[in-house]
């Protein structure tokens, strides 16, 4: 099976990526987090994210968010411009701002709107087109609306995260109703949501012999070892990952100081990634990393952990 690195907003941009695959891989293609149009115009840092000066990944794929045919022509275009062959369409994000202009899992309700978007892309015949999506955003059965018009197009995947929109990213997945997706999409499919170890992996491998590949987030965050060991079979010790982390932080906290001005924007760009780094370590510890408000104590906190 094939390995995707979910999109993440903060969290998996490019240093993020670079990094990752240079310590780590394990990864058959990154994904970026959405692109979108904001009162007209892209955002300065979706675009240093999707720089291709900026990108190391052997196989990146850009993604972008938007409900209307003017926003996708738009940022089309971006991707076209900056050499992107192979583009992913979010209809899976559940931020309420987003969702309520119809956009991410937002537009599912809406099949003539979705219908809308989608009929763009017949503009764009030599590109290749992806969709990420949920099962809905209010009710567990809205994909049976939009899933007829994907199998319609030709599209080289589809990732489905079974939740619905309105869950966020509390509450079960839906297996049930994955595996009735599972049965109807024509497309090679992509499972994703709450992977977390190698047998999560390879339990839904096992029950979904069809799947194309799953695609991993907070897990991968979690264990940035996940995708390599999923590939090589075997489990990275706790000591070689320790070390391996200790590397991949290195790298990427060098990177954000020399780009980023103060303790405060260092900090607070670093410090999330330990809300999900490596969670058995001990509590004391991981504490004493996020509690940390001077560069200094971080440090010494992070050297202090990773020993
Ligand atoms: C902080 C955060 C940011 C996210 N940003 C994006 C995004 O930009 N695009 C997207 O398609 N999904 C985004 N997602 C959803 C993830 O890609 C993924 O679908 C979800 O977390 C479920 O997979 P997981 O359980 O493996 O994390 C985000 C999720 C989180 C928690």
């Known amino acids: 099976m094939k390995l995707y690195a979910s999109p993440l907003q903060g969290f998996t941009e490019a240093p993020w990526r670079n990094i990752h695959q240079m310590i780590f891989g394990g990864v058959d293609a990154y994904y970026t987090p959405f692109v979108r149009v904001e009162k007209g115009e892209f955002r300065n840092k979706d675009l240093r994210d999707i720089a291709p000066e900026n990108n190391e990944v052997s196989h990146l794929i850009p993604q972008l968010i938007a409900s209307t045919p003017a926003e996708m022509e738009k940022l089309l275009g971006l991707f076209i411009e900056k050499g992107y062959q192979e583009i992913d369409i979010n209809m899976g994000c559940p931020f309420p701002l987003l969702t309520g202009r119809h956009k991410g ?37 809205e994909w049976k609306a939009i899933l007829p018009m994907l199998n319609e197009l030709p599209l080289s995947r589809v990732t489905l995260h079974p939740r619905i929109g309105r869950q966020q990213y509390k509450g079960m997945v839906n297996m049930k109703e994955f ?120 440090l010494a906190a992070v050297r202090a952990a990773l020993l």
């Open 105 to 141: 899992s937002g537009i599912l309700p809406y099949p003539s709107e979705v219908r809308a978007l989608l009929d763009e892309l017949a503009h764009y015949p030599d590109q290749k087109f992806s969709v990420k999506m949920r099962l809905g955003w209010e009710y567990f059965d």
């Open 179 to 298: 595996a009735v997706f599972y049965e109807e999409c024509r497309h090679p499919l992509v499972y994703n949501g709450d992977l977390l170890t190698v047998d999560d992996i390879r339990r839904i491998e096992e029950g979904f012999p069809r799947l194309e590949g799953v695609m991993l987030g907070r897990g991968l965050l979690s264990n940035p070892a996940l995708a390599m060991d999923y590939k090589r079979g075997e489990i990275t010790p706790q000591a070689e990952l320790y070390g391996k982390v200790k590397e991949f932080h290195g790298q990427l906290y060098r990177h954000y100081e020399s780009y980023l001005q103060g303790e405060a924007q260092l900090l607070s760009k670093v410090k999330p990634y330990w809300e999900y780094l490596l969670p058995d370590m001990e509590k004391k510890q991981k504490k004493a990393i996020l509690k940390s408000t001077r560069v200094e104590k971080y």
